[in-house]
């Protein structure tokens, strides 16, 4: 949904309301109390075991593939090194669970082995073959040098802030058992500068509650790092997230193509087919009243006559409601405006389009405008709607605008719902913007490809 920031989310969008979670209020700015949020402290823990993780993950990773190509020569070193293979997987595993629990970072679980044939050479063979595998090996090399500048600035810009804020509580260990006044700054064989007098304590603790306000902030611009790290070379590939999401529109489409047969199927058994059976028998009646009673029979036919305009005109609607020819014939300016004519309420139309669109595209433009202008007949309550279509670059923009009564939710009813999908099967968008009390806005894009020549 087209919303402002955390509409249908309980949050305000004004400025200065800053939430936690479960809405609750935060009077405090970001940068102060960012030193003692749980989100600080995890960010922390993550830094804190990567290094000794990432020392395990380089020994193993390091260790079995030396070993593995050092047994080249002999058949055991594919199998060691796929076993290193295998072992960078799981170690995958286990790192995105780090990163789900500590970062928040849900990324989704690679594409799986693709066994072409059973049996131990066969699981060989795919995880040789795996990118997957390959990733999560480059991540166990990689994981160690920037682990050692991760643990380095944070341990570092944590343990001075920390101890500089809180020098005004411990500064008189020095004097009691170090022997010296304070913290030293300088000193050589002749003089000594030490941080002993309540000015520069308090300016010392400034000093740290500076750094302390900024650690926070130091580790999260470092785990943004680890983050690109584990979604680039832990999680799917492109080409395997695409697959799925092909895979996704391509369940859509057929799920739509069967409910449109369905659709077909009932309304010509329900309509136009019984309609035509009733027909028969009323002409098959007439026929045999006809010596006997001509009148009768004459009416009879009249009948008829009336249930076949009746019956026709139903084929036309649904002929209309697969494809209707005055798009074919004349693009989806007449035809959407054929369409306004039968709203319920005034429809303006305007479609600036210097050519047409593909076929294909066209037809799910024309449908998904028509189906959005049943909704505002039989929804809205509106006294005035709009449509508008226009090409951004590589986009088709559609756009339907109506001064109801608004409430419009993609998350409830299956009519935006299901419209959405359909949109979503093709690479589309459709957003909704209907706040209470109206006006609502509708929003869809499609994918621009250009006609070829019909």
Known sequence: MATEYGQGYGLPTGPGHARGVGGRRHRMPAALRAPVEGRAWRELAYV???????????????TMVSLGAGLLVTFLGVPVLAAALAGCRGIGSVERARARGLLGLDVGEPEPLRLKRQGFMGWIGAVLKSGTSWRALLYSVLQLP??????????????????????????????????????????????????????????TAGVGLLFTLATPWIVRALTTVDRV?????????????????????????????????RRIERDLHDGAQARLVNLAMDLGLAKEKLREDPQAAARMVDEAHGEVKTALQELRDLARGIHPAVLTDRGLDAALSAVASRCTVPVQVEVDLSERPAPAIEGIAYFTVSELLQNVSKHSRATLAAVEVWRSEDRLMLQVVDNGVGGANLSRGAGLAGLAERLDAVDGILVVDSPAGGPTRVTAELPWRAERAR
């Not at 075991?49 to 020994?59: E, G, K, R, V």
């Not at 979604?231 to 409910?259: F, I, M, Q």
């Open 229 to 261: 790290m584990v979604h680039g070379l832990l999680g799917p590939s492109r080409l395997a997230t695409r697959v799925v999401e092909l895979e996704s529109d391509r369940g859509v489409v057929v799920d739509t193509a069967a409910a449109d047969l």
């Open 48 to 62: 804190l075991l990567s290094l000794p993780i990432s020392i395990l993950l380089f020994t193993y990773a390091v």
């Open 146 to 203: 920037w682990a050692v500048l991760s643990f380095t600035v944070t341990v570092t810009f944590w343990s001075v802030g920390w101890t500089l804020l809180t020098y005004p509580l411990w500064f008189w260990v020095l004097p009691t058992y170090a022997d010296q006044d304070g913290i030293q700054l300088y000193g050589d064989e002749q003089r000594a500068i030490y941080l002993d007098n309540p000015f520069e304590i308090a300016v």
